[in-house]
């Protein structure tokens, strides 16, 4: 009997649980490095380097620049950048910024102004555009 081998996961929030959740009352005031997942739900006022999944919940907002493995946006971003391998902008996202990314999904709906570049091995020609079927959930997790 071979071993069944696991697919790679198709969105980018089909992680595990974020190691550090800013709560919806909770305002950062500084940058903020680490290595482990993080979900804003709150706001930062400052720069983001996560060596990991970053994801700003609906409603959460965040006030300078972000570098992380993979982001997800859902709430309010305002940056002059936004680095990382791969970035989706949920139908909620709204975002003043430059995105450089090998992939950059955003949905319709989705507010964005700035610039796209798209860098990386294998980094595709333009943005991705797509229909937010995951609409009442908060960057792809449900409401329960």
């Given amino acids: 009997m071979e071993p069944?081998?696991?697919q790679p996961s198709r969105r980018f929030t089909d992680t595990s649980s974020p190691s550090t959740v800013i709560g919806s009352g909770t305002t950062v005031h500084g940058d903020?490095?680490?290595?482990d997942p993080v979900e804003i739900r709150g706001t930062v006022e400052g720069d983001l380097r996560i060596d990991a999944l970053c994801i700003v919940a609906e409603g959460a907002r965040v006030?300078?620049?972000?570098?992380a493995d993979g982001l997800v946006v859902a709430g309010e971003i305002e940056a002059g950048t936004l680095v990382a391998d791969r970035i989706e902008l949920h139908s909620t996202a709204r975002v003043r910024a430059t995105l450089a990314a090998r992939v950059v999904a955003i949905a319709d709906g989705a507010f964005y102004q700035g610039e796209v570049r798209m860098q990386g091995a294998g980094a595709s020609d333009g943005p991705l555009f797509f229909k937010d079927r995951?609409?009442?959930t908060e960057a792809g997790r449900s409401r329960t």
Avoid at 32 to 35: I, K, L, N, P, Y
Avoid at 63 to 67: I, K, R, S, T
Wanted: aromatic share 0%; glycine share 20%.
């Fill in 32 to 35: 903020m490095t680490g290595r």
């Fill in 134 to 136: 995951r609409q009442g």
């Fill in 63 to 67: 006030l300078g620049n972000v570098e």
């Fill in 4 to 6: 069944v081998r696991s």
